[in-house]
């Protein structure tokens, strides 16, 4: 389910599902992020917003009630790997291109021991190499951290993480129009093609991008 619906289904104890719907959608645009767009880790920014609407059209005693589940569905934001995902999680603190081959490598054998096959495989090591390459080349460093998706989904989960200056033309990235050091089709845009989903959250203050592969 999308965090919309996750937003909207909890308004929706307490008022219509058509009011929840317009609730949830005001509050988004007060906050700025498109429909289609809403994060876990939006949601302490939009409770503030969705109280107004929650005040004007939910019973008084409901009210509470609706804010308090918002705001345990907020608590998820900074870890949204903590739903129950088997507890093999592995981390490569990457500084040098010796720790992009040090990824590339515990982020095959964990695709082997979960059962890939010989394409998938490749897959996961090229999404771990084009990620932790990238953070060491163009953010001075980062850590990346592999584990198993969680069940039932096959697959391995990816998260990049770095402290660099964040990517300023993603968008122009994303569209196919750039041009990348290899030209080999790999790069960010090779790795959402090889995903099951693509995540990415850059700005100054670095860049986070969570990939999941399936085997
Ligand atoms: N973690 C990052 N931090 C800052 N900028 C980044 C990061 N990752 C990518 N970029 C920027 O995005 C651009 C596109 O990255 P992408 O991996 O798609 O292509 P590339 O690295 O230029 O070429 P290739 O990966 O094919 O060698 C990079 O050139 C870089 O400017
Ligand atoms: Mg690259």
């Not at 804010?67 to 093999?88: H, M, T, Y």
């Not at 989904?153 to 129009?177: M, Y």
């Not at 845009?189 to 860049?207: E, M, P, W």
């Amino acid at each position: 389910v999308s965090v919309e619906r996750a937003v909207e289904e909890i308004l929706g104890r307490c008022m219509s599902p058509i009011l929840a719907q317009s609730v949830r959608r005001r509050a988004q645009r007060a906050i700025q992020v498109p429909e289609g767009a809403l994060r876990l880790s939006d949601l302490p920014r939009l409770q503030g917003e969705l109280a107004a609407g929650v005040r004007l059209f939910a019973e008084p005693n409901a009210q509470r009630q609706a804010l308090d589940a918002v705001s345990a569905l907020a608590k998820g934001s900074d870890e949204p790997a903590s739903s129950p995902r088997p507890a093999e999680k592995i981390r490569v603190e990457l500084a040098a291109e010796a720790d992009v081959v040090q990824a590339r490598s515990h982020a095959r054998a964990l695709a082997e021991r979960l059962g890939g096959d010989a394409f998938a495989i490749q897959r996961v090591a090229t999404a771990a190499s084009e990620l932790a390459r990238n953070a060491v080349l163009y953010a001075g460093g980062g850590v990346i951290e592999f584990s198993p998706s969680r069940p039932p989904q096959r697959g391995v989960w990816i998260l990049a993480r770095d402290a660099g200056p964040g990517i300023g033309n993603l968008d122009h990235i994303l569209s196919g129009k750039y041009k990348s050091r290899t030209g080999l089709g790999r790069g960010l845009l090779g790795v959402k093609r090889l995903a099951r989903s693509f995540d990415v959250t850059t700005g100054s203050n670095g860049t986070r991008i969570e990939v999941e592969i399936a085997l």
